[in-house]
């Protein structure tokens, strides 16, 4: 392993400085100097560096937590947000990497103007840009592909000593024109400040380069120390080297020719038109040489992980040479689709696209080590640290870049993206989850949330009521019933929580059993639920109800209500209902006991509440559940209809005091939605519910602390007739706003 992971800090900073000092220094900046003077290119630096600065360091940071395996930013992204997400991004940082190989290839060509004059002054012929491009690419391909990144790297430093001669020759320059004194006067003015934004769109590639020595993770003998300290001064080298060179600009040359001269560095240097085209050659060829060793690398890493969404391409890719462990196979792919930009000529327009897919990825390096500082786990222990504000400061400036630079490429970028995450999530289904840092990020969250909310409680002593409530069953294998009722509750408006009770005490083999009966409970479950579920093992119903009662629910406020359920069939069911009831009303709940059917549930006839008394405690309670269950999708084509049942001779008052309240709003139900019964003497209340609720989708009815006198439980039997039945008591009155 160590044989093949040979190279240090110097070959990241020299690949990373080749990029950075690249095509754009020398065919843009003047450009910029004379479009929005010294002061405007300035001000672009620093825009810049406020995306490539926190890039930096939070790669340092992620570097030196654990070592970075081939790869590079697709490593540090796929172990943090996951294999599908990093897989997405991967895949277009490697495309922005191979088609960057060929920006470089034909800005390379730039520097042969004098071969394009020629012809076109001798023979009145327009050669061609890819006569240069095509050959460069090609001597390009082989020298990756037979030599790998050991002579790669070799090359790489024989340019880079060309590269700071032409800056250096530039620095010895002097100023050119008639009126040499007047340049700074007029370059040092802030103009033009509509196309600032345009400028910085144009000069934006320059700032791209500073991670491009990260790809080169997998070969390098130690990436935690390599990583930060070649990323880093790379980049602080880079930004310095922007800042002397556009102010020599501005004072060796008019706006008119640093404007219009995109070799204008050649006219500034000693000795330049020979020095700067070498200078641009060997900065465009260097580039290109440090992406398309980078390139092949990220697609060895996708392919190891099985993350390119292509049946059997994955193996063929992650294979490597023997002799030195060069990705042979995803080498000649990079090549291939570099070699094809690079036939088309002008990329003028991918290359916008390219930005913002680097933007892209050090827009999520950032966030990651944002997330990292608030929802790291123990593990989580880099020698090198970043701050929190840096790192957000990176992700924001990222994002605001992309849509300063076009907010048309910006679209595309983030619609290419999430199609493709879509494919990538299709294709690898197994793949499901959040990686853990979102997962140690939420619970960070909820923890602050919950006890925010639990001090909001001790100050608030009035607030607006909703349900939280908790069910324990230990049917939940025989029948949902009770659970749908808890997920109806908690969709829009409540929480819940179910709870699998497993009688029994804890021990090892009971421990076991909880975890694969949850497992089962969540893989039964459709995907759209909004309770959370668990499981609870204790000896009894009531020792399980009294421990769950006492904590909190998921929300972070107290429960305030809990479920039973029975089944109608097995009327038994009812005693442990009856011996635990007392209990669950002196902790101050709402009780819900649930006559669970088989009868299937009909939605659109919606629910029934039978009222007996306009100052029963329970029918406010009953109105609101029918509100809040009325919300859930299943329950669209409902409605709500109460029976008020009375004796003839209350009648007419009833029908008055009705009106009085839905007219005040106390009872917002429509008088359609209402219908008095007048029950005769030889006629129960069963028997009309029975024949009014038969085909309802679900019937309430109420009851008190009274119900279960003396063990008896007759008011919860002999609706044979009717589906599943709730039964609902209010420990205190609710107020209908």
């Given at each position: 392993?160590?044989?093949?992971?040979?190279?240090?800090?110097?070959?990241?900073?020299f690949?990373?400085?080749?990029?950075?000092?690249?095509?754009?220094?020398?065919?843009?900046?003047?450009?910029?100097?004379?479009?929005?003077?010294?002061?405007?290119?300035?001000?672009?630096?620093?825009?810049?560096?406020?995306?490539?600065?926190?890039?930096?360091?939070a790669?340092?940071?992620?570097?030196?937590?654990?070592?970075?395996?081939?790869?590079?930013?697709?490593?540090?992204?796929?172990?943090?947000?996951?294999?599908?997400?990093?897989?997405?991004?991967?895949?277009?940082?490697?495309?922005?990497?191979?088609?960057?190989?060929?920006?470089?290839?034909?800005?390379f060509?730039?520097?042969?103007?004098?071969?394009?004059?020629?012809?076109?002054?001798?023979?009145?012929?327009?050669?061609?840009?890819?006569?240069?491009?095509?050959p460069?690419?090609?001597?390009?391909?082989?020298?990756?592909?037979?030599?790998?990144?050991?002579?790669?790297l070799?090359?790489l430093?024989?340019?880079i000593?060309?590269?700071?001669?032409?800056?250096?020759?530039?620095?010895?320059?002097?100023?050119?024109?008639?009126?040499?004194?007047?340049?700074?006067?007029?370059?040092?003015?802030?103009?033009?400040?509509s196309?600032?934004?345009?400028?910085?769109?144009?000069?934006?590639p320059?700032?791209?380069g500073?991670?491009?020595?990260?790809g080169?993770?997998?070969?390098?003998?130690?990436?935690?120390?390599?990583?930060?300290m070649?990323?880093?001064?790379?980049?602080?080298?880079?930004?310095?080297?922007?800042?002397?060179?556009?102010?020599k600009?501005?004072?060796?040359?008019?706006?008119?020719?640093?404007?219009?001269?995109?070799?204008?560095?050649?006219?500034?240097?000693?000795?330049?038109?020979?020095?700067v085209?070498?200078?641009?050659?060997?900065?465009?060829?260097?580039?290109?040489?440090?992406?398309?060793?980078?390139a092949?690398?990220?697609?060895?890493?996708?392919?190891?992980?099985?993350?390119?969404?292509?049946?059997?391409?994955?193996?063929?890719?992650?294979?490597?040479?023997?002799k030195?462990?060069?990705?042979?196979?995803?080498?000649?792919?990079t090549?291939?689709?570099?070699?094809?930009?690079?036939?088309?000529?002008?990329?003028?327009?991918?290359?916008?696209?390219?930005?913002?897919?680097?933007?892209?990825?050090?827009?999520?390096?950032?966030?990651?080590?944002?997330?990292?500082?608030?929802?790291?786990?123990?593990?989580?222990?880099?020698?090198?640290?970043s701050?929190?504000?840096?790192?957000?400061?990176?992700?924001?400036?990222?994002?605001?870049?992309?849509?300063?630079?076009?907010?048309?490429?910006?679209?595309i970028a983030?619609?290419?993206?999430?199609?493709?995450?879509?494919?990538?999530?299709?294709?690898?289904?197994?793949?499901?989850?959040?990686?853990?840092?979102?997962?140690?990020?939420?619970?960070?969250?909820?923890?602050?949330?919950?006890?925010?909310?639990?001090?909001?409680?001790?100050?608030?002593?009035?607030?607006?009521?909703?349900?939280?409530?908790?069910?324990?069953?230990?049917?939940?294998?025989?029948?949902?019933?009770?659970?749908?009722?808890?997920n109806?509750?908690?969709?829009?408006?409540g929480?819940?929580?179910?709870?699998?009770?497993?009688?029994g005490?804890?021990?090892?083999?009971?421990n076991?059993q909880?975890?694969?009966?949850?497992?089962?409970?969540?893989?039964?479950?459709?995907?759209?639920?909004?309770?959370?579920?668990?499981?609870?093992?204790?000896?009894?119903?009531?020792?399980?109800?009294?421990?769950?009662?006492?904590?909190?629910?998921?929300?972070?406020?107290?429960?305030?209500m809990?479920?039973?359920?029975?089944?109608?069939?097995?009327?038994?069911?009812?005693?442990?209902?009856v011996?635990?009831?007392?209990?669950?009303?002196?902790?101050?709940?709402?009780?819900?006991?649930?006559?669970?059917?088989s009868?299937?549930?009909?939605?659109?006839?919606?629910?029934?509440?039978?009222?007996?008394?306009?100052?029963?405690?329970?029918?406010?309670?009953?109105?609101?559940?029918?509100?809040?269950?009325?919300?859930?999708?299943?329950?669209?084509?409902?409605?709500?209809?109460?029976?008020?049942?009375?004796?003839?001779?209350?009648?007419d008052?009833?029908?008055?005091?009705?009106k009085?309240?839905?007219?005040?709003?106390?009872?917002?139900?429509?008088?359609?939605?209402?219908?008095?019964?007048?029950?005769?003497?030889?006629?129960?209340?069963?028997?009309?519910?029975?024949?009014?609720?038969?085909?309802?989708?679900?019937?309430?009815?109420?009851?008190?602390?009274?119900?279960?006198?003396?063990?008896?439980?007759?008011?919860?039997?002999?609706?044979?007739?009717?589906?599943?039945?709730?039964?609902?008591?209010?420990?205190?009155?609710k107020?209908?706003?």
């Amino acid at each position: 392993m160590n044989e093949t992971r040979k190279f240090g800090t110097s070959a990241v900073f020299f690949t990373a400085i080749s990029t950075i000092l690249g095509a754009i220094l020398f065919l843009r900046f003047g450009y910029a100097v004379g479009t929005v003077g010294m002061w405007g290119t300035f001000l672009l630096i620093i825009i810049g560096h406020l995306v490539t600065i926190p890039t930096a360091f939070a790669i340092s940071e992620l570097a030196t937590n654990k070592r970075v395996e081939g790869g590079g930013e697709y490593f540090i992204i796929s172990r943090s947000f996951g294999l599908n997400i990093g897989g997405t991004l991967g895949m277009a940082l490697y495309l922005s990497q191979t088609i960057s190989v060929a920006f470089y290839i034909i800005a390379f060509t730039e520097a042969f103007q004098f071969v394009f004059n020629y012809f076109a002054t001798n023979y009145g012929y327009e050669l061609p840009r890819q006569a240069i491009s095509i050959p460069v690419m090609l001597i390009l391909s082989a020298l990756v592909l037979t030599k790998g990144a050991n002579l790669g790297l070799k090359t790489l430093y024989i340019v880079i000593a060309m590269l700071f001669i032409s800056i250096v020759m530039f620095f010895l320059g002097k100023p050119i024109g008639e009126n040499a004194s007047n340049h700074f006067a007029s370059n040092s003015v802030f103009t033009n400040t509509s196309q600032l934004f345009i400028v910085f769109s144009i000069i934006f590639p320059a700032f791209t380069g500073m991670t491009a020595g990260v790809g080169l993770s997998g070969d390098l003998k130690n990436p935690g120390k390599a990583i930060p300290m070649g990323t880093t001064a790379a980049t602080i080298t880079g930004l310095i080297i922007y800042f002397f060179i556009t102010y020599k600009l501005s004072i060796s040359a008019s706006t008119y020719d640093l404007s219009n001269n995109q070799l204008i560095m050649a006219n500034i240097a000693l000795f330049g038109a020979y020095i700067v085209p070498l200078g641009l050659a060997a900065s465009t060829f260097s580039s290109a040489l440090g992406s398309v060793m980078v390139a092949p690398r990220t697609l060895q890493a996708l392919a190891s992980d099985k993350s390119v969404p292509v049946p059997y391409v994955n193996g063929w890719l992650s294979k490597t040479r023997k002799k030195d462990n060069e990705p042979i196979n995803a080498s000649i792919l990079t090549c291939v689709i570099a070699l094809i930009f690079v036939a088309l000529g002008n990329v003028n327009i991918v290359a916008q696209i390219i930005t913002m897919f680097f933007l892209v990825t050090y827009g999520t390096l950032c966030l990651i080590s944002f997330l990292h500082h608030f929802g790291s786990s123990p593990s989580y222990r880099p020698s090198f640290k970043s701050k929190w504000f840096l790192s957000l400061l990176g992700f924001l400036a990222s994002v605001w870049v992309m849509f300063q630079i076009s907010t048309l490429y910006s679209f595309i970028a983030f619609s290419l993206m999430i199609l493709l995450y879509i494919y990538m999530d299709r294709y690898h289904k197994n793949r499901k989850g959040l990686a853990s840092i979102f997962a140690n990020t939420l619970f960070q969250i909820n923890r602050n949330l919950q006890i925010f909310l639990q001090r909001k409680r001790n100050t608030e002593t009035d607030y607006e009521w909703r349900p939280s409530a908790i069910c324990i069953s230990k049917n939940s294998f025989e029948r949902n019933n009770a659970f749908q009722l808890l997920n109806w509750i908690s969709h829009k408006y409540g929480f819940g929580t179910y709870l699998h009770l497993i009688k029994g005490y804890f021990s090892k083999s009971t421990n076991a059993q909880a975890k694969e009966e949850l497992k089962r409970l969540l893989n039964n479950i459709e995907n759209v639920n909004h309770v959370y579920i668990d499981t609870i093992i204790s000896p009894s119903t009531t020792s399980a109800i009294a421990q769950s009662i006492q904590i909190p629910g998921i929300a972070g406020m107290e429960n305030n209500m809990v479920i039973f359920e029975y089944d109608k069939k097995e009327p038994h069911e009812l005693e442990d209902i009856v011996d635990n009831f007392r209990m669950v009303d002196a902790g101050g709940f709402d009780v819900c006991i649930l006559a669970s059917s088989s009868k299937p549930i009909i939605h659109k006839n919606g629910i029934h509440i039978w009222l007996n008394s306009f100052t029963n405690e329970n029918s406010n309670l009953m109105i609101l559940l029918s509100f809040i269950i009325l919300g859930h999708p299943e329950w669209r084509k409902g409605n709500i209809k109460i029976f008020n049942v009375c004796r003839e001779k209350e009648q007419d008052d009833v029908k008055a005091r009705m009106k009085e309240l839905m007219e005040s709003g106390r009872m917002p139900i429509t008088s359609n939605n209402v219908e008095i019964i007048v029950r005769p003497d030889n006629v129960t209340m069963k028997t009309l519910i029975n024949e009014y609720s038969q085909d309802a989708g679900l019937t309430m009815i109420g009851f008190d602390n009274n119900s279960f006198k003396n063990g008896d439980t007759s008011l919860f039997t002999g609706y044979e007739s009717v589906g599943d039945l709730l039964f609902v008591y209010s420990h205190k009155p609710k107020e209908i706003e």
